[in-house]
């Protein structure tokens, strides 16, 4: 990831004895250069006053969603974009469960519901308000949505209890934040091509053939790559998403066009990651005009699609080139003959049919190189992608 320069840290803080904890962390970013943003909630500011912070930062400390004269500068939106990263410590029971449910009834939550920036919460409260169904339904909610926890450690409670809960230290969050996006930057300079969605093979001037690809998993690809620092190309089929932030998106419709494109950027990229469902076959011609309706069956002929994945490799021996495949059967076996037979440096294999994967908001992969392979479980589209760039990341570094 792209950091500021200064990089920008947005704290938040919620009602706890481990807000004391905050004001040392604030410090320690502000000590490594970060500029910091405090905001409270009105019951962190029953533990800590907001002039701690304001003198730790050099920041007036905000907590009102509703102050004229701070909406006029600096609006809550505004708050939502300013930052590279947000990070909520400590978290308590009530904000977990107010981000898990997407609600906006003060600063905090509305600008959490507001941002694209990467959001990290270091939990704190009793051992049993943690080890409530709720807390952990609500937690999980949020690590499914790409949300990063931060803990919590165990040990003895203020409240005299000893267990689960106690807000990680400083430090740690300080460790953790940092890391995660500093790993983030490690496709700083690298030209990604990603394909995706379905592609539309013409009858005639008014229908065709495709299939049941929304584009998600490729466009989370997309999303991901950019967030290590990757330029992103993204040859789009026919999809009703909105292209993700940071990415170019050249839209197309039959798999000669995507592969044309393919070919044009490719030959500027470093790696290609090919997610679209590609149509293997084309009617072999598209009536001129409308086809009519007329015997009771109707016969069309198809021609093969060129692969647009071994075509490319052809063209680009040094591009890596991850591939899709999709499977109702022999997973493993498939995906290593299209490793091999389209010369690929990772394939990423997910079960299809039977609703999954295909138009759906999760998946899971297991991904196959040469003497080697890992699972990613599943999860929601837009973390298995950040799983698997990672790995494409780790493999392209480690490529001779
Ligand atoms: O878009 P979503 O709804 O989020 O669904 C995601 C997905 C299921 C489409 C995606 O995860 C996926 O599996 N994509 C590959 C689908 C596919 O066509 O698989 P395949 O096994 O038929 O093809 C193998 C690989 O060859 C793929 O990388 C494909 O892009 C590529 N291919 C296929 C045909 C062709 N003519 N040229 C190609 O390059």
Redesign the pocket.
């Known amino acids: 990831m792209n950091l500021s320069s200064p990089p920008k840290l947005l704290l938040g803080v919620t009602g706890g004895i481990a807000a004391y904890k905050a004001a040392e962390l604030a410090r320690m970013f502000v000590k490594a250069g970060w500029q910091v943003q405090v905001v409270m909630t009105a019951h962190a500011a029953e533990f800590v006053t907001p002039l701690t912070f304001q003198a730790l930062t050099g920041r007036e400390t905000r907590g009102a969603l509703f102050d004229s004269a701070h909406e006029a500068a600096m609006g809550h939106i505004e708050l939502a974009r300013w930052p590279d990263a947000i990070v909520i410590a400590p978290a308590s029971a009530n904000t977990l469960a107010k981000l898990a449910q997407g609600r906006a009834d003060d600063l905090l939550s509305t600008l959490c519901l507001a941002t694209d920036k990467p959001l990290f919460v270091a939990p704190a409260m009793n051992r049993l308000m943690w080890a409530n169904a709720a807390t952990q339904e609500n937690m999980a909610t949020l690590r499914r949505r790409g949300i990063t926890q931060l803990g919590p450690g165990s040990g003895a409670q203020a409240c005299g209890e000893v267990g689960e809960g106690r807000m990680w230290e400083p430090e740690q969050v300080f460790d953790a934040v940092c890391a995660a996006l500093d790993s983030a930057r490690d496709l700083d300079g690298v030209h990604a091509v990603v394909?995706?969605?379905?592609?539309r093979e013409p009858l005639d001037p008014v229908r065709f053939i495709t299939?049941?690809?929304?584009?998600?998993?490729?466009?989370?690809v997309a999303a991901a790559l950019v967030a290590r620092g990757a330029k992103v190309t993204l040859i789009s089929g026919p999809?009703n998403l909105p292209t993700p932030q940071g990415v170019l998106r050249i839209d197309v419709e039959s798999?000669e066009q995507?592969?044309g494109m393919?070919l044009a950027v490719a030959a500027e990229a470093q790696l290609f990651?090919?997610?679209?469902?590609?149509?293997?076959y084309r009617a072999s011609t598209i009536a001129p005009e409308k086809l009519k309706k007329s015997g009771e069956t109707m016969t069309v002929t198809f021609s093969?699609?060129?692969?647009?994945?071994?075509?490319?490799r052809d063209a680009q021996p040094r591009l890596f080139m991850?591939?899709?495949?999709?499977?109702t059967e022999n997973l493993a076996d498939?995906?290593r003959a299209?490793l091999a037979r389209?010369k690929l440096d990772l394939?990423?294999?997910?079960w299809?049919g039977e609703g999954?994967?295909?138009?759906?908001d999760d998946?899971a992969?297991q991904l196959f190189w040469d003497g080697g392979g890992t699972e990613i479980p599943r999860a929601a589209?837009a973390i298995v992608a950040e799983r698997l760039v990672a790995v494409i990341a780790e493999r392209y570094r480690l490529r001779p």
């Open positions: 394909t995706a969605g379905p592609t299939n049941r690809s929304s584009g998600k998993q490729g466009y989370a999809t798999a995507m592969l393919s990651i090919g997610t679209a469902a590609v149509a293997d093969k699609n060129p692969d647009i994945l071994a075509t490319v991850v591939g899709f495949a999709a499977e498939n995906a299209k389209k394939v990423a294999a997910n299809v999954k994967a295909f138009d759906t998946n992969l589209k």
